[in-house]
Nanobody, 123 residues
Framework: QVQLVESGGGSVRPGGSLTLSCTFA????????MGWFRQLTVTNRIGVAR???????NYAGFAKGRFTISRDNARNTLHLQMNDLKPEDTAMYYC?????????????????WGPGTQVTVSA
C-alpha cells in the first residue's frame, strides 16, 4: 500500500512563511523521487519542487530562492519550507512520489499523491 498525507497548510499574510509536511508509508519509502505540485481551482497541476535521493533537488522558477524541499527518512517525512509567500502561491499543495525514473513531479505528475493541504496567502 502507498500512503501520502500532507499537513501544515493554512492562511498567512503576504511575506509570511509556512512549512508543509508529508508523511509517507508503505512502498513510497523506496521511491526514486518525491516532491510537491500545486493545483488552483480551475487550472492544471503545477510542479513546485522535487527531490531525488538525499540532496538532488530542483525547483520551479517561482519557487527558487523562496522554497526549500527536504526529506527526513528517519521520520518518513518530506517537507517544503515556504518563505516570502505571495498571493499567487495560493493553491492546494500535494505531496507526490515517482517509484521509478523518470521523475515528472515538476511537470505536475507523479505515480502517487496525497489528498492535499490548502495554502491561502492574503492580506
Amino acid at each position: 500500500q502507498v500512503q501520502l498525507v500532507e499537513s501544515g497548510g493554512g492562511s498567512v499574510r503576504p511575506g509570511g512563511s509556512l512549512t508543509l509536511s508529508c508523511t509517507f508509508a508503505g512502498y513510497v519509502r523506496n521511491t526514486y523521487c518525491m516532491g510537491w505540485f500545486r493545483q488552483l481551482t480551475v487550472t492544471n497541476r503545477i510542479g513546485v519542487a522535487r527531490l531525488i535521493g538525499a540532496d538532488d533537488s530542483n525547483y520551479a522558477g517561482f519557487a527558487k530562492g523562496r522554497f526549500t524541499i527536504s526529506r527526513d527518512n528517519a521520520r518518513n517525512t518530506l517537507h517544503l519550507q515556504m518563505n516570502d509567500l505571495k498571493p499567487e502561491d495560493t493553491a492546494m499543495y500535494y505531496c507526490a512520489a515517482n517509484i521509478r525514473a523518470p521523475c515528472n513531479i515538476l511537470s505536475g505528475g507523479g505515480d502517487y499523491w496525497g489528498p492535499g493541504t490548502q495554502v491561502t496567502v492574503s492580506a
